[in-house]
């Protein structure tokens, strides 16, 4: 059981490499320097209006949400179409992903342990990068959760009220906030009422843990006790609706990336470039661009937010396939590596990194609930 130990540790390797290299690539090219020059100096990017600097009367509060405020706000004002179409391919990434993390998180056989408390890594997110925290999330829940290295139906099992209620919680939770963020300022909303909604953005897990406790105390008697089928439909249809989410998100930004190459007479020239997949998607390489400094702060977000992107997602679908052939092994008793290579090659290029993982993990709960639905059919048989 070498492999209880490894997977786990490449996560958390996987983890502080991308930490390292985010932060430290971007304190290189400038980018850490002109957010604290405009936190500092209590500037709005790009506008020039004044920096919100009040939002909950505590200073160590406040002062992290106008850092975040600084940071966000290319993202949102329209300013960068490269980053913007990129950062619509992030959203939906990265709901979708968080989606998998609520699920294991209520599963029984993590009832109690630290990655039942998903909150405390998703402001650790927002906070330290999607990157950083999100394996080593999930690098916690392979070293210490049975659900995957030894997945049964009794322990992959979530209360049938959570799992109904979380497509509409993270519509309400995290897809309205994202969407209110780019709601233009200064023609429809001030630049402070701006402000205002990209700091509301920023706590979207801990409201999405509110919300799915709230739903669990109220629906007690939904409980956790749904037979094996009941629980196959329901997760079916959450998952249906991550997938829709992180591909649906996929296929549009890179429809129009490579749109703007196939058919450039459909956009305004000035757009071209902007538009590129080599300028959308493809990160600059540290060591390449070692010299690199960035000429705005938007240039310097998109930069930090490709690598975000990269390292985070494929994290998710490394640990993913991990609990996907761990499953596969103890139920089938071996894996075809080659087909399931080839399987996930194929889903990686239709529907996104995290697309392939929720594929992956909805195909480990199938496959595990299936298998006890059998079993119990047989024991009712003789």
């Given amino acids: ?39 500092t100096s209590k500037v709005l990017p790009g506008s020039g209006e004044p920096l919100k600097t009040s939002f909950t009367g505590i200073e160590p509060i406040d002062r992290l949400l106008a850092t975040l405020t600084v940071f966000f706000i290319p993202v949102v004002d329209g300013s960068n179409p490269s980053l913007l179409l990129h950062s619509v391919n992030f959203t939906g990434a990265f709901g979708s992903a968080w989606v998998l993390v609520v699920l294991e998180a209520w599963r029984k056989g993590n009832s109690g342990k630290l990655f039942s408390f998903p909150s405390i890594f998703g402001i650790g997110a927002q906070v330290a990068t999607f990157a950083v925290s999100t394996p080593l999330y999930l690098g916690l829940q392979l070293l210490g959760s049975n659900t995957s290295f030894q997945p049964t139906a009794k322990n992959i099992a979530i209360p049938s009220a959570v799992v109904k209620s979380i497509p509409l919680i993270f519509v309400l939770a995290y897809q309205v906030p994202s969407l209110a963020m780019l709601i233009p300022a200064p023609g429809t909303i001030t630049f402070d009422q701006k402000q205002l909604l990209i700091a509301l953005w920023q706590p979207w897990p801990v409201y999405v843990s509110i ?23 329901s997760l079916r249809t959450v998952y249906t609706f991550a997938l829709a989410n992180a591909s649906l998100n996929h296929v549009i930004t890179w429809t129009i990336s490579l749109t703007s190459v196939v058919k450039p007479e459909f956009f305004s020239e000035k757009y071209l470039s902007l538009l590129h997949p080599s300028q959308v998607f493809g990160p600059y390489n540290p060591f390449a661009n070692a010299d690199l400094q960035v000429q705005d702060i938007g240039q310097g ?10 390292a985070g997602t494929f994290g998710v679908l490394f640990w993913a396939a991990s609990v996907n052939a761990l499953a596969r092994s103890k139920v089938q008793g071996k894996i075809g590596w080659i087909g399931f290579l080839f399987k996930i090659a194929n889903f990686l290029l239709l529907t996104g990194p995290v697309g392939t993982a929720v594929q992956l993990v909805w195909e480990r709960d199938e496959l595990v609930l299936e298998d006890e639905i059998i079993k119990s059919a047989a024991k009712k048989s003789l």
């Fill in 1 to 39: 059981m070498a492999s209880k130990y490894y997977l786990p540790l490449a996560l958390f390797l996987f983890s502080a490499y991308a930490g390292f290299a985010i932060f430290a690539f971007s304190d290189r090219n400038g980018t850490l320097k002109l957010v604290e020059h405009f936190g």
């Fill in 211 to 233: 919300l799915t406790t709230v739903v669990s105390l109220v629906c007690t008697s939904s409980g956790s006790d749904s037979s094996p089928s009941q629980l196959r439909k």
């Fill in 301 to 310: 977000v998109h930069i930090f937010l490709q690598w975000d992107f990269l």
